[in-house]
């Protein structure tokens, strides 16, 4: 008699109670089990009973207990009238074959084990393993929620902190939000929760669970952005070989290989190992070639050495001086190009030591400039001097140096002016077209000084769109530069000091612009008026602080003409004339007598009193070709020039 097999039914587990998850389905199935009757008589071959699977029916629940697996097999007797046998269709002659039976019973035990298999399964989900650990926080035993809550605040914590990153010997940090990386705390829970059918989950539930992932999402996008910009703080930049000369000696800087971080590996790396490492997390780097190799340096080396072996004798303008290897190691450098470093040599170096080391071996050229000659400019200088070619002396040179044969020849050669005849022709210097002259006083020093100032303004050249400043051109205003102290006005007090009388200078030049109708950059009246210069139209100067300048805006050059004779200062201004211009003046106005002030203390000198004070607007027009371009009006007030008398 073949025994019914019966298995322990699978229970739900009382977590999941009430939950919307769905049960398994049963593996307790109704069976019949045949069940051979007492007999007297040896059975024959065709005498067992037929045997019947009898289906529960759908309405009815399972049986639970041990019973279940009885209760689905329920013999049933002989009965003609039904014709459903699991044996139909077999010859009665045939003999029973016993596969059919094992097949039947195979695949109730399946059946069965996977039930069992399956209700393990539902029953540990929602629990993480026992001994489950994530980014070295223990999450085992914990249900799904709990395990959350704790990632998140010890995991979620830590991702929010810089990662250390490191490449060769370099090192940087980085920040995680930054490069689009987030640590996803409910879905790490999930994963360890979640119903699964694989082997593995009910192993790690039944012998122990194991380190776990964190689920990480990342941006692609701003983490490789991010990833890119860790080569400024990452990347180790080659050394390129030098040679360079110290002291007249020759010496080397070795090449070195520098790394580079492999951006897409490093990406990859950060993302594995982010929150799970302990450490700085290590990235990829790829070796960077020099472009000065050591092979490169070596043989730059080896030819300075040669370079500094022996003096360079130069052959030139039939003398020849000797360099010593000092003064050419002083001119000689190993500059990198193209990937190689060459010989260079410093050629305006080179002529000052060749010139230092002759005897009048070169003539200046003579620039072509204006003088006054009866009166008129005329241009004299514009001849060529000699001079060594700086490029041909440093070629030369070098290959002397770098040979056994240690001569350099080289030929002297033309050097043109910076200012030449034809240059000054085309200025268009041929007319005066503006002239202004001021009295003297009887102050001889005062006089003198404008006779220094008159022979610096004498013979100035204003190119087209230059601006002249007479401070730049009177300079140094000092004992040294020929002035002597003289009276001056000087924060409204009449008083003494170097180069005193020069304000006649700046009104005089000052007038000369004015006619001539250049631009005016910059002009200040005195304080005081001097019966002297034209109210309102006149100017001062004071080294630091008023300067007068007027700007060339015509087209030829103004050459400035000045001298001191007939008890004047005179300055001219010659060019072509280009502009007409037109002059005048208003009234006097406001005009405020001058009184008697007393001064205290033992610098106070007494001063007679000079003009009243008053106000001014004087005019000018400027036309061009009939056009009016300049319309201007300059307004002044002068202060009373009180008499001052001593206590």
């Not at 697996?69 to 039904?82: I, K, L, Q, Y």
């Amino acid at each position: 008699m073949i025994a019914p097999v019966s298995a322990e039914p699978w229970v739900r587990p009382e977590s999941t109670v009430g939950s919307s998850t769905p049960a398994p389905p049963s593996t307790a199935l109704p069976a019949t089990v045949p069940e051979v009757p007492a007999s007297s008589g040896p059975a024959g071959p065709h005498d067992a009973p037929t045997a019947r699977l009898d289906p529960v029916p759908a309405a009815s629940a399972p049986p639970v207990g041990p019973e279940a697996a009885a209760a689905g097999f329920t013999p049933v007797p002989p009965d003609d009238s039904r014709d459903a046998s699991v044996f139909e269709g077999f010859d009665d002659g045939a003999p029973r074959h016993g596969w059919v039976r094992g097949l039947v019973w195979t695949g109730l035990a399946v059946l069965v084990l996977g039930g069992l298999y399956t209700g393990a399964q539902w029953f540990y989900s929602d629990k993480v393993p026992t001994g489950t650990t994530v980014a070295g926080v223990d999450v085992g035993g914990m249900t799904g929620d709990a395990a959350e809550d704790e990632l998140a605040s010890t995991v979620g914590a830590r991702a929010a902190e810089p990662v250390d990153l490191t490449a060769g010997d370099s090192g940087t940090t980085m920040d995680p939000a930054a490069a689009g990386l987030a640590f996803d705390a409910h879905a790490t829970a999930q994963e360890l929760t979640a119903f699964s059918m694989n082997p593995s989950r009910l192993w790690q539930h039944l012998f122990g669970g194991e380190a776990a992932d964190p689920v990480v999402t990342v941006d692609d996008t701003v983490l490789d952005e991010q990833v890119e910009t860790l080569h400024g703080s990452l990347d180790v930049a080659a050394v390129d070989g030098t040679v360079q000369f110290v002291d007249g000696a020759p010496s080397a800087t070795d090449a070195a290989d520098g790394a580079a971080l492999v951006t897409d590996e490093a990406a990859d790396r950060i993302v594995a190992g982010w929150l799970v490492t302990d450490g700085a997390i290590d990235l990829p780097t790829e070796p960077v070639a020099p472009e000065i190799t050591q092979e490169e340096t070596d043989a730059a080396l080896e030819q300075a050495q040669t370079v500094v072996s022996a003096p360079v004798v130069v052959s030139v303008g039939g003398q020849d001086p000797e360099l010593p290897a000092e003064v050419v190691a002083g001119a000689a450098s190993y500059p990198a190009a193209d990937g190689e470093l060459a010989l260079s040599l410093d050629g305006p170096t080179l002529v000052e030591a060749v010139v230092d080391r002759t005897n009048d071996l070169l003539t200046t050229a003579d620039d072509a400039h204006f003088v006054f000659s009866g009166g008129k400019p005329v241009i004299e200088g514009g001849e060529p001097g000699t001079t060594i070619d700086p490029d041909a002396l440093a070629a030369a040179v070098g290959e002397a140096a770098t040979s056994d044969e240690r001569t350099a020849d080289v030929e002297l050669t033309e050097s043109d002016p910076e200012q030449s005849r034809e240059a000054l022709e085309e200025l268009g210097v041929k007319e005066k077209i503006s002239e202004f002259a001021t009295p003297l006083t009887n102050d001889a020093v005062r006089t003198d000084n404008l006779r220094v100032g008159a022979s610096k303004v004498d013979e100035t050249l204003v190119l087209p769109g230059e601006t002249f400043s007479l401070i730049d051109t009177l300079s140094p205003i000092t004992i040294a530069g020929g002035y002597h102290a003289s009276g001056i006005v000087q924060d409204g007090k009449h008083t003494e000091g170097v180069g005193g009388g020069l304000s006649q200078m700046a009104t005089t030049t000052y007038n000369a612009g004015f006619f001539a109708g250049l631009e005016d950059v910059e002009h200040r009246q005195h304080s005081y008026w001097f019966t002297r210069y034209p109210a309102g139209r006149e100017a001062t100067i004071y080294v630091g602080a008023l300067d007068m300048r007027f700007k060339n805006d015509t087209p030829y050059g103004v050459l400035m003409q000045s001298w001191v004779s007939g008890g004047q200062l005179h300055v001219a201004t010659w060019s072509t004339k280009y502009y007409e211009v037109e002059t005048s003046a208003s009234p006097k106005t406001n005009v405020v007598p001058t009184t008697t002030v007393t001064h205290k203390g033992s610098d106070c000198e007494p001063i007679p009193a000079g003009n009243p004070g008053f106000s001014i607007t004087n005019y000018r027009k400027v036309y061009l070709d009939g056009d009016l371009v300049k319309d201007e009006a300059d307004h002044w007030t002068y202060k009373p020039d009180n008499e001052v008398v001593c206590e």
